[in-house]
């Protein structure tokens, strides 16, 4: 009897010893600086700002990757959707060139970049995103496609290769969460009258 009550007597002491220390690193960890504070709360978040380098690229990391795609790269840093680009997909992305945004009437690409043009931006570049994950070939058994923005895009066949919305696939790059296809226009929702 008397030496359960020892026993008792400490494991209850070692309870209180441990305890304390777990306050102590609790009240240490929550002693941060305003600076701390700041810095934390400026990072970007999300799953986009990850970095993983040994999966295969998504269709976000591809744009980056590209110097054909920088102003894409810069819209949609502006629209705030590099999140949506790094989910799970399949996601299908009509990525303009540099020179498909370079033929648009001077003024658009700076004028869209604006804070406040922000929604309009990121409805033109949800109209080239689509679900699935469908080949160059394979996109020629469409007549049209819906979009993220949810809007259709139209799916012509010229010379046996498919047209998206006018646009022409110059070349496909395979993702980890679905297929990049590079084309030479940017695709813009007809507006709604």
């Known amino acids: 009897m008397k030496t ?65 795609h920088t102003t894409l790269v810069a819209a949609v840093q502006a629209a705030s959707l590099e999140n949506a680009l790094v989910n799970a997909g399949p996601l299908m992305v009509f990525a303009p060139t540099n020179e498909a945004f370079a033929a648009l009437p001077e003024g658009t690409v700076e004028n869209l970049l604006k804070p406040e043009n922000k929604d309009a931006l990121a409805n033109i570049l949800k109209y080239h995103v689509t679900p699935g994950n469908y080949s160059k070939e394979f996109l020629t058994k469409f007549k049209k496609l819906g979009q993220a923005n949810n809007q259709y895009v139209m799916v012509e066949v010229v010379d046996g290769e498919p047209m998206i919305g006018g646009a022409k696939i110059l070349g496909s790059v395979k993702a980890g969460n679905g297929i990049v296809h590079v084309v030479d226009k940017v695709l813009l929702p007809p507006t709604e009258e």
């Open 4 to 68: 359960t009550k020892t026993i008792m007597l400490v494991f209850a002491l070692m309870t209180f010893i441990c305890s304390c220390k777990n306050e102590s690193k609790e009240d240490a960890s929550t002693n941060t600086t305003v600076s701390e504070t700041e810095s934390v709360s400026n990072e970007k978040k999300g799953q986009a700002f990850i970095e993983d380098d040994e999966g295969k690229p998504t269709v976000l990391s591809i744009a980056i990757g590209s110097k054909d």
